[in-house]
């Protein structure tokens, strides 16, 4: 049985293929398009996933969507009476929904079917239970609680459940306009972060400021004892008259959701032009202490509901990954797993899982590596190298290296002379971390070279961290209290005696957002972590995504401008290595 899953008119579009159950393709449409979150329709992840199943579309035995256009209509009819939202508001959920009802046309004619075939196999999957698939479904528990805590979807913004198996039993949900991912984006745009996604800024702001705020802002957002949250409504307008969301194409855009009534609680708001001061590095402090206690008191409910030791975890809110680090440590959950799509990416995935399992599908995918996406051979790299031969005859040096070995011990000698290393291996992660195949890579040992990559490669903020990828072997040696994880989304202490070996990936805190690399998962970059560990006595590197500004490159064209166009110092891109003159 082979199932295609999207998530369509939502921020993050995404598609996957399943095969018998077995995750065979994953890739956000961004990574083709080139527009960071990338709402609308996922036309081109929809056929690279076919082509890397070597499926038509033909084959496709199941068209599953993360999205239910009249799940929770009576709540949603309810709403509308008790709080008679502004006209605009009703007006862009009804525009968004219709697009999701005509679904069936579009997919129809991306992938060249007849409308009536298309709609006989298209399944409709709840937004929240297809975050709560997604991260049951792969992870390596037979029995958890699994929760999901986003901004909203489909009415619905934190659910939880208990997987057993091939079931999972929806427990209890939080409904609009109460939201814990709302709160954090509210205060986000507060702050002067006004676009999709800007929450992982703020979460990079926070260890510099003082948690001196969080009185204040503690006054917006409760949690009951059963786990669902109220906001305190007086301070945001997502639900009367602001917060239009525009999910037809390109970039998602959200307007404001707070209300000006904010201001007299916390003070004057940042213009996104104005500098950051102390004020408002204690804010963004706050309210990640103030996100850290409402989400543990909400996963502290979840486990008095459902008392498992393992915890699946999905929605944006699970790219928290300094509240991920957290979560052992402040509640009676033991074992987290959270899968490197969490975000609505993700519901894509769990879309395709959940129409697999109602068919009476066995459960035979457990995801320990992100590597779904699309690959090149080396002739596809050959030939974006020979188009820009003369520019590359000028700047840089170019040689190959077949044997391994050789390709590993260039790249960590580049790496520990302190140059800037881009790598460009196999196929593409799925999710929004670079995890060794379309990563920036660095010498952690140089205390500069955070300021290095922000200045002159990435061209972004100084406050904004990197983070180590580490041997696994080597996990306990450099972090206290961390687990193995694969995915980088934990954040972890580094040892007090090394965050001084390590400087670049340790933040100013003393964490770091680890990635352990398992021989098994990621062979070639481990042999190349490995190596350097060989020559320094430090089997880490500091590792960051392959971008600029943009999403994550994709093709072999877009690594090499980005190498051209950036003070990046050398490039590997399978066998070929270039370094600049």
């Known amino acids: 049985m082979v199932v295609l899953g999207i998530n369509a008119f939502h921020g993050d579009v995404a598609?996957?293929?399943?095969?018998?159950?077995?995750?065979?393709?994953?890739v956000e449409e961004e990574r083709f398009n080139r527009v960071k979150h990338t709402a609308g329709f996922p036309d081109q992840a929809i056929h690279a996933c076919l082509t890397m199943a070597r499926l038509t579309p033909r084959d496709v035995d199941v068209f599953a969507v993360s999205r239910r256009p009249?799940?929770?209509?009576?709540?949603?009819?309810?709403?509308?009476?008790?709080?008679r939202p502004d006209a605009r508001l009703l007006t862009d959920r009804a525009r968004n929904l219709a697009a999701v009802d005509g679904l069936h046309a579009r997919l129809a004619a991306v992938v060249g079917l007849p409308a009536s075939h298309v709609k006989r196999r298209l399944r409709y999957v709840e937004h929240h239970p297809s975050h709560l698939a997604s991260a049951f479904f792969v992870s390596p528990f037979e029995q958890a609680a699994v929760c999901a805590i986003d901004g909203f979807g489909d009415f619905v913004s934190t659910s939880f459940a208990e997987g057993q198996g091939a079931r999972l039993r929806l427990d209890r949900q939080t409904y609009f306009p109460h939201s814990l991912g709302l709160f954090y984006l509210a205060v986000t745009q507060f702050l002067g972060f006004p676009h999709y996604g800007d929450e992982f800024k703020v979460m990079g702001l926070a260890p510099y400021g003082e948690r001196?705020?969080?009185?204040?802002?503690g006054e917006l957002v409760q949690v009951d004892r059963d786990g669902g949250v109220h906001l305190d409504l007086r301070y945001f307008q997502h639900w009367k008259t602001g917060g239009e969301m525009t999910w037809a194409g390109g970039a998602p855009q959200i307007g404001q959701v707070f209300h000006?009534?904010?201001?007299?609680?916390?003070?004057?708001?940042?213009?996104?032009?104005e500098p950051l001061t102390a004020r408002h590095e204690a804010l963004a402090a706050s309210l990640q202490a103030v996100y850290e206690s409402r989400a543990f008191d909400v996963l502290r409910a979840l486990h008095r509901r459902i008392p498992s030791d393992r915890l699946c975890?999905?929605?944006?809110?699970?790219?928290?990954?300094?509240?991920?680090?957290?979560?052992?440590?402040?509640?009676?959950?033991?074992?987290?797993?959270?899968?490197?799509?969490?975000g609505d990416n993700g519901t894509a995935l769990g879309a395709a899982l959940s129409a697999w399992h109602a068919g009476g599908g066995e459960r035979r995918c457990v995801m320990t590596h992100s590597y779904w996406g699309p690959a090149f051979e080396d002739a596809a790299i050959e030939a974006a190298l020979s188009a820009r031969r003369d520019e590359l005859a000028?700047?840089?040096?170019?040689?190959?290296?077949?044997?391994?070995?050789?390709?590993c011990r260039w790249g960590a000698t580049a790496i520990v002379d302190g140059l800037v290393l881009g790598w460009f291996q196999g196929r593409m992660e799925w999710g929004s971390r670079a995890l060794g195949n379309r990563s920036i890579l660095a010498d952690p040992r140089r205390a500069d070279m955070r300021d290095i990559i922000n200045s002159r490669i990435k061209f972004r903020e100084?406050?904004?961290?990197?983070?180590?990828?580490?041997?696994?072997?080597?996990?306990?040696?450099?972090?206290?209290?961390?687990?193995?994880?694969?995915?980088?989304?934990?954040?972890?202490?580094?040892?007090?005696?090394?965050?001084?070996?390590?400087?670049?990936?340790?933040?100013?805190?003393?964490?770091g957002r680890l990635q352990t690399v398992s021989r098994h998962s990621n062979p070639r970059y481990w042999r190349l972590i490995s190596t350097v560990g060989q020559m320094t006595g430090v089997p880490i590197v500091l590792n960051t995504s392959f971008n600029e500004n943009e999403p994550i490159v994709h093709r072999p064209e877009e690594a090499l401008d980005c190498f051209l166009r950036t003070d990046m110092d050398a490039l590997a891109m399978g066998p070929f290595v270039l370094r600049k003159r």
Request: with cysteine; net charge neutral; aromatic share 8%.
């Open 70 to 83: 009249r799940a929770h209509l009576w709540r949603k009819a309810l709403f509308a009476l008790r709080y």
């Open 394 to 407: 000028r700047r840089a040096t170019c040689d190959r290296l077949d044997d391994e070995e050789a390709l």
């Open 462 to 511: 100084k406050f904004r961290p990197f983070a180590p990828s580490i041997v696994e072997e080597a996990l306990d040696e450099y972090f206290v209290g961390a687990v193995a994880d694969p995915f980088m989304v934990q954040v972890y202490p580094v040892r007090p005696e090394k965050r001084a070996i390590i400087p670049a990936v340790t933040h100013v805190d003393g964490s």
């Open 313 to 342: 975890l999905a929605g944006g809110c699970a790219m928290n990954s300094v509240a991920n680090g957290k979560i052992r440590e402040q509640t009676p959950f033991r074992e987290v797993f959270v899968q490197p799509a969490a």
């Open 15 to 26: 598609a996957t293929v399943l095969v018998d159950g077995q995750l065979v393709a994953a």
């Open 260 to 273: 000006d009534r904010l201001t007299e609680l916390l003070g004057p708001a940042r213009r996104p032009d």
């Open 212 to 217: 001196s705020m969080t009185d204040a802002l």
